[in-house]
């Protein structure tokens, strides 16, 4: 199992498991499907995964609009099954991280029943964000907050004769009301919760929305449709919350992992939250929503850095997740959005796994990339993401489902292997073209590049620990040395979109494959260059 000392630089799979493998032909992935993959992750090496959130749940954000945090959704298996896939992965030496949703439950939640059905001033009001609306019935809602998936951020409870409207507050979808962190009780589920999963073995918790919980007090008016959230997100009092956190995850052997999902309005205001007394690590989301340019990459790496060192706490790498467009298509368009030539797609692709991999700190991977998935085109009448169906009419955004396809796995097989049953989204028809078993017995394909990259990293401790300087994006190549004991490393990656001088030193790994021979550095390669004295 992942030690305390192996977070400093574990690769971290991602498992969105509603995509990943049905094991029992309903369409949608499941326990059973994701056991029968452990051997796969295994051979992958990577040293944790992260399960977004495997609790009951009516599914209406996919399991971030949770009815009850001590057992499994149905859908998934039951809690037996999750317990059992839990020593599986310890056997193989991965540590498993759960997703924890502090910020709001479901509103089949029996709490938020009560508060709904209990009628006016029932005490299970207070464990929700419950006003009274504006105007003479209350029909208006009480201040002008907007949702992050669109549309208001608050929605009517039943009409009462005679009562003003009652209102209740939900930063994402309706089904998804905010609890009150004002309420002790509140508090002391959740540290409740923590225990149980703990005990079952679990190694600890990514945090879904870690800035939420507390709102400014008295809700005051902002214009959170003009991008001014400092009242919805972010307040002081959260801190002692992560702080209670941190002394229940101290008393299990090894210490339990917390990462946080935080957006702030800057790093200073990030770094309030990661350090000995709080959470071990955030997500750094400017890396991945940083496009293809060396000087960018650069300032990123510098600024990860420094607050690795601010926090004391390695840094946290990561391109994709189930909330963002998938990176190779990110990364294969010019800057007008058009797509870019294939071959350089894939040499970008692969530098920048590469450079991650030769930072320091941790890796978060998210299912699919290791396979080079693009983003799926999905069809408007096949939309899940309660994301699309809040945007306003005039919105292009189209919501988080491209991200979500499933996974091919046998490229024989119906639904690429994926499930015998209609898979929850649909998958494009070349989707099998990506599948796994096509990439196994490929030595040039992504999959396989991917486990010689993980695998240089174990072996190779001035990948994952080790030292960075001279750090430089001179001319579109991006260039830092890595040190560690007796080995120097160069590592250069050519942003251009023309070929570059190689720099000196001897090449200890190049990502362009076929270019072995090339003595130019070319257009998206990277270059690991093992630096002698005097060089
Ligand atoms: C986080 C999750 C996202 C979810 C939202 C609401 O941003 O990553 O998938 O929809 O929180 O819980």
Same mark, same amino acid.
């Given at each position: 199992?992942?030690?305390?000392?192996?977070?400093?630089?574990?690769?971290?799979?991602?498992?969105?498991?509603?995509?990943?493998?049905?094991?029992?032909?309903?369409?949608?992935?499941?326990?059973?499907?994701?056991?029968?993959?452990?051997?796969?992750?295994?051979?992958?090496?990577?040293?944790?995964?992260?399960?977004?959130?495997?609790?009951?749940?009516?599914?209406?954000?996919?399991?971030?609009?949770?009815?009850?945090?001590?057992?499994?959704?149905?859908?998934?298996?039951?809690?037996?099954?999750?317990?059992?896939?839990?020593?599986?992965?310890?056997?193989?030496?991965?540590?498993?991280?759960?997703?924890?949703?502090?910020?709001?439950?479901?509103?089949?939640?029996?709490?938020?029943?009560?508060?709904?059905?209990?009628?006016?001033?029932?005490?299970?009001?207070?464990?929700?964000?419950?006003?009274?609306?504006?105007?003479?019935?209350?029909?208006?809602?009480?201040?002008?907050?907007?949702?992050?998936?669109?549309?208001?951020?608050?929605?009517?409870?039943?009409?009462?004769?005679?009562?003003?409207?009652?209102?209740?507050?939900?930063?994402?979808?309706?089904?998804?009301?905010?609890?009150?962190?004002?309420?002790?009780?509140?508090?002391?589920?959740?540290?409740?919760?923590?225990?149980?999963?703990?005990?079952?073995?679990?190694?600890?918790?990514?945090?879904?929305?870690?800035?939420?919980?507390?709102?400014?007090?008295?809700?005051?008016?902002?214009?959170?449709?003009?991008?001014?959230?400092?009242?919805?997100?972010?307040?002081?009092?959260?801190?002692?919350?992560?702080?209670?956190?941190?002394?229940?995850?101290?008393?299990? %052997? *090894?210490?339990?992992?917390? /990462?946080?999902?935080?957006? $702030? +309005?800057? !790093?200073? @205001?990030? =770094?309030?939250?990661?350090?000995?007394?709080?959470?071990?690590?955030?997500?750094?989301?400017?890396?991945?929503?940083?496009?293809?340019?060396?000087?960018?990459?650069?300032?990123?790496?510098?600024?990860?850095?420094?607050?690795?060192?601010?926090?004391?706490?390695?840094?946290?790498?990561?391109?994709?997740?189930?909330?963002?467009?998938?990176?190779?298509?990110?990364?294969?368009? %010019? *800057?007008?959005?058009?797509? /870019?030539?294939?071959?350089? $797609? +894939?040499? !970008?692709? @692969?530098? =920048?796994?590469?450079?991650?991999?030769?930072?320091?700190?941790?890796?978060?991977?998210?299912?699919?990339?290791?396979?080079?998935?693009?983003?799926?085109?999905?069809?408007?009448?096949?939309?899940?993401?309660?994301?699309?169906?809040?945007?306003?009419?005039?919105?292009?955004?189209?919501?988080?489902?491209?991200?979500?396809?499933?996974?091919?796995?046998?490229?024989?097989?119906?639904?690429?292997?994926?499930?015998?049953?209609?898979?929850?989204?649909?998958?494009? !028809?070349?989707?099998? =073209?990506?599948?796994?078993?096509?990439?196994?017995?490929?030595?040039?394909?992504?999959?396989?590049?991917?486990?010689?990259?993980?695998?240089?990293?174990?072996?190779?401790?001035?990948?994952?620990?080790?030292?960075?300087?001279?750090?430089?994006?001179?001319?579109?190549?991006?260039?830092?040395?890595?040190?560690?004991?007796?080995?120097?490393?160069?590592?250069?990656?050519?942003?251009?979109?023309?070929?570059?001088?190689?720099?000196?030193?001897?090449?200890?790994? !190049?990502?362009?494959?076929?270019?072995?021979?090339?003595?130019?550095?070319?257009?998206?390669?990277?270059?690991?260059?093992?630096?002698?004295?005097?060089?």
């Amino acid at each position: 199992m992942t030690s305390e000392g192996h977070w400093h630089s574990a690769v971290v799979y991602q498992v969105y498991w509603r995509s990943f493998k049905d094991g029992n032909g309903d369409g949608i992935g499941d326990l059973k499907g994701l056991r029968s993959k452990i051997g796969y992750l295994s051979s992958l090496g990577v040293d944790a995964i992260w399960l977004n959130p495997t609790y009951p749940s009516p599914q209406g954000d996919h399991g971030y609009d949770v009815s009850n945090y001590f057992d499994v959704d149905p859908l998934f298996g039951t809690l037996e099954e999750l317990e059992q896939a839990i020593d599986e992965f310890h056997d193989h030496g991965m540590a498993v991280l759960l997703d924890i949703v502090p910020n709001h439950v479901s509103s089949q939640h029996p709490w938020f029943i009560s508060a709904k059905e209990g009628g006016h001033g029932h005490e299970a009001e207070s464990r929700f964000i419950i006003r009274q609306g504006k105007g003479d019935s209350g029909g208006i809602p009480p201040n002008d907050w907007k949702s992050v998936f669109g549309g208001p951020a608050w929605s009517k409870f039943p009409t009462e004769a005679g009562r003003p409207q009652r209102w209740y507050l939900h930063m994402f979808d309706e089904c998804q009301p905010d609890l009150n962190w004002e309420n002790p009780d509140v508090h002391e589920r959740f540290e409740k919760i923590l225990e149980h999963w703990y005990e079952l073995g679990v190694d600890g918790f990514r945090i879904d929305v870690a800035h939420g919980l507390y709102k400014a007090p008295g809700l005051p008016q902002i214009e959170t449709f003009a991008g001014n959230w400092s009242a919805c997100w972010d307040q002081p009092e959260v801190h002692e919350v992560y702080r209670r956190w941190r002394k229940i995850s101290n008393n299990y %052997d *090894p210490r339990r992992f917390l /990462i946080g999902e935080i957006h $702030t +309005s800057s !790093r200073e @205001r990030l =770094l309030e939250y990661v350090g000995e007394d709080q959470l071990d690590a955030a997500f750094d989301f400017s890396f991945l929503h940083q496009p293809w340019s060396a000087e960018g990459f650069v300032e990123r790496i510098i600024e990860n850095l420094q607050f690795a060192d601010e926090t004391n706490s390695p840094p946290v790498w990561t391109l994709s997740n189930h909330d963002e467009t998938r990176h190779w298509s990110r990364y294969g368009t %010019d *800057p007008e959005g058009k797509p /870019i030539d294939f071959v350089e $797609t +894939s040499t !970008r692709y @692969r530098s =920048l796994i590469s450079l991650m991999l030769a930072l320091p700190g941790r890796i978060f991977l998210f299912n699919g990339e290791e396979l080079g998935l693009p983003q799926a085109e999905v069809p408007d009448e096949s939309r899940q993401d309660p994301a699309f169906f809040r945007q306003p009419p005039e919105s292009d955004y189209k919501g988080r489902d491209g991200c979500r396809v499933p996974i091919p796995w046998e490229k024989e097989e119906e639904n690429a292997g994926f499930s015998t049953g209609e898979p929850w989204l649909p998958m494009p !028809r070349n989707w099998h =073209l990506y599948s796994v078993d096509a990439q196994d017995e490929d030595s040039g394909s992504m999959l396989n590049y991917y486990r010689d990259q993980i695998r240089m990293r174990k072996s190779h401790e001035w990948m994952g620990l080790g030292q960075v300087s001279q750090l430089s994006s001179d001319d579109g190549l991006l260039s830092f040395v890595k040190s560690r004991g007796q080995d120097k490393v160069m590592v250069a990656l050519n942003f251009n979109g023309i070929p570059m001088q190689m720099p000196r030193g001897e090449i200890l790994f !190049r990502s362009g494959a076929c270019f072995s021979e090339d003595p130019q550095l070319e257009p998206g390669e990277i270059v690991f260059l093992l630096l002698h004295e005097g060089v």
